[in-house]
């Protein structure tokens, strides 16, 4: 960002290229708390317009921090390799807001043609299974081997 | 070889009788062999429960209170710090639910009923000022040829005013306009604002209201007022699971700190009264199931310290009241220009909270008790937290010092917190005058300082 100088005009920033990441956390967070990724260069009060401005959300207070990409695991050249570092956000919502973050892979519910088709590929592939293994009574031996 | 033969081969079964005639067996006096306990410095759970009870058994058994604390907080570990005056978001729920503490709004009943009458008179200062040292029961029916002096006498029909409202003001005025308007001083520095004007006004009020109530209250004139001092103690509540490092995967008790540094701070020889009996139940304590961390509060490992103000030793070992000042970062217009209007009164009652736990706990702990041996009878102290303009008022009741993972499970007993919202003293010094000023506010003051126990 260019510097800020006494009587200098503020700074403003219209289309930003930053991308927030909404994120499930890692650990239980209390209810006003939202988990986000963002760009490593954002700071918490670029944070703060950008939910305000742009979407809305009344925020109370962020806390951020940077996530260390382990440079540990090595590729076939044995060079190490890097996993980006990134930054994470905390954000607090004003004005008694809660947010839970959602399930994206719900138990969808089987209508009774998916069941049937399920058990009717199911009973097939048992079928072929059968035919492939040889007599019972030979125990499993192939029924190459023998005199 | 001889010695050898001579002795008869057993067969399998005989047992071979010494020369002395088997009696009966004498009970032993005393059992030979040590009890079977579990093993103290096996890796098991047994075990450290063993190493537990050894370490409560030598905390029981020390001394003097110096050996007592000096034991409890010998093992130094990483662990929370909690600041009475902070900018976290409803700190004022996570504290309650670290120390056991129900919040009921409004001031104790005892605060109305028994205090002494105060003359509602006018903004003519009486003359006739008649103070009766001793006396504190109202009087039911009094002759008004007595106090011709008084214009309106209070809400107690008839009872003596012996305490002038007009004097009371017009020193809380000087103090205000020497401080903020008399005296010349220079611009603050940057975020030094509330220690220019509020913080001397602060001391200069206190300090003579003291005086001048020490007459009324022969609490105050053996009491002892500090300036600036610092209140510290540690406690354990709840547990988890060590994380990271050498001790990883096993069970911990959660620990806490408070450093806190009141500006003020009177500390008596008598204890001051119950307000309710101990086992009583005035509400919920909130429970909060996340970490600490996430308030956020963070760990550091340092010394452990329990200190009231002053060493085990002073006379004075009972606090009477404490005033707190506001820092700058806790401004009402910093919390109004981010639109947390809300946090404003939580600020308040988070100090208030903190601030009395740790005081009240640290005397307990001065007087021998601690988390195995629970207090006998509840401690008082109040508070007064003030941002130069806003007072608001704290009253708080120890009732148990059991917090620990096994003494909390069958506690029923909480400590309970008094506490009002902010109101302003004052509206605005203008022109050597103090514009709008609030009788209530000091009349609260006022009571606070002459709260005495009953035998005084």
Not at chain 2, 145 to 169: C, F, I, N, Q, W
Not at chain 2, 216 to 240: F, I, Q
Request: overall charge positive; hydrophobic content about 35%; proline content about 9%.
């Amino acid at each position: 960002y260019p510097l800020f100088q006494r009587g200098g005009p503020q700074l403003r920033i219209f289309r930003p290229n930053f991308f927030m990441l909404a994120v499930r956390p890692g650990v239980p967070q209390p209810e006003d708390t939202v988990q986000f990724r963002v760009s490593m260069e954002m700071t918490k009060l670029d944070i703060r317009n950008y939910l305000e401005r742009i979407y809305n959300v009344p925020v109370a207070a962020v806390r951020t921090r940077i996530q260390y990409g382990a440079n540990n695991k090595r590729n076939h050249r044995n060079q190490r390799v890097k996993k980006p570092d990134y930054k994470v956000a905390y954000v607090q919502l004003g004005q008694g807001q809660t947010f839970q973050f959602p399930n994206l892979f719900p138990e969808k519910e089987q209508d009774s043609e998916t069941r049937s088709f399920d058990d009717f590929r199911d009973k097939y592939m048992e079928k072929e299974k059968q035919k492939q293994e040889g007599d019972p009574r030979r125990g499993g031996v192939p029924d190459w081997f023998g005199l | 070889m001889a010695a050898l033969g001579a002795r008869r081969l057993l067969r399998p079964g005989q047992r071979c009788f010494s020369e002395t005639v088997p009696g009966a067996p004498s009970p032993p006096a005393s059992p030979v062999y040590p009890p079977v306990v579990a093993s103290i410095t096996a890796k098991s759970k047994a075990a450290k429960s063993q190493r537990l009870q050894r370490f409560n058994q030598r905390v029981h058994a020390a001394a003097t209170v110096e050996e007592k604390l000096r034991l409890y907080g010998k093992l130094q570990r990483p662990k929370y710090t909690v600041y009475p005056q902070t900018f976290a978001l409803n700190a004022d729920r996570w504290y309650r639910s670290f120390t056991k503490t129900v919040l009921v709004p409004g001031m104790p009943p005892r605060a109305a009923a028994a205090k002494p009458p105060i003359a509602a008179a006018g903004t003519t200062p009486e003359a006739g000022r008649a103070p009766e040292p001793g006396a504190e029961a109202p009087r039911a029916a009094q002759a008004p040829g007595a106090e011709e002096v008084s214009k309106t006498p209070e809400s107690m029909a008839g009872a003596a005013p012996y305490l002038d409202m007009g004097e009371l003001r017009s020193l809380a005025c000087d103090a205000l306009l020497q401080e903020s308007f008399f005296q010349n001083k220079k611009r603050p520095f940057l975020y030094r604002d509330q220690d220019h004007t509020p913080g001397p006004f602060l001391t200069q009020l206190v300090s003579t209201l003291a005086a001048f109530l020490a007459g009324l209250n022969p609490l105050l004139a053996a009491s002892s007022l500090d300036l600036n001092p610092e209140v510290n103690y540690y406690w354990h509540h709840g547990e988890e699971v060590v994380v990271h490092g050498h001790r990883k995967g096993r069970v911990d008790p959660v620990r806490f700190q408070i450093n806190d540094n009141p500006r003020l701070q009177i500390r008596v020889p008598k204890q001051l009264p119950e307000v309710v009996p101990l086992e009583s139940d005035l509400g919920d304590v909130p429970v909060i199931e996340h970490k600490p961390s996430k308030l956020p509060l963070f760990k550091k490992q340092y010394e452990n310290k329990v200190f009231i103000g002053s060493k085990v030793a002073d006379p004075c070992c009972y606090g009477h009241t404490q005033f707190h000042l506001l820092p700058d970062k806790l401004k009402r217009e910093r919390f109004i220009r981010e639109r947390l209007e809300d946090q404003i009164e939580v600020v308040y009652r988070s100090n208030g909270i903190a601030s009395l736990f740790a005081w009240t706990a640290a005397q307990a702990m001065y007087q021998g008790f601690w988390s195995e041996a629970d207090v006998t009878r509840p401690f008082v102290s109040q508070a007064v937290v003030t941002d130069g303009k806003y007072f608001a008022f704290f009253c708080y009741q120890l009732n148990t010092l059991a917090l620990t993972a096994e003494t909390i499970k069958n506690n029923p007993r909480k400590n309970i917190c008094w506490g009002t919202d902010s109101k302003p003293l004052y509206d605005i010094v203008e022109d050597g005058n103090v514009k709008g000023f609030n009788d209530e506010v000091l009349l609260q003051l006022v009571r606070f300082l002459l709260n005495r126990p009953k035998e005084l």
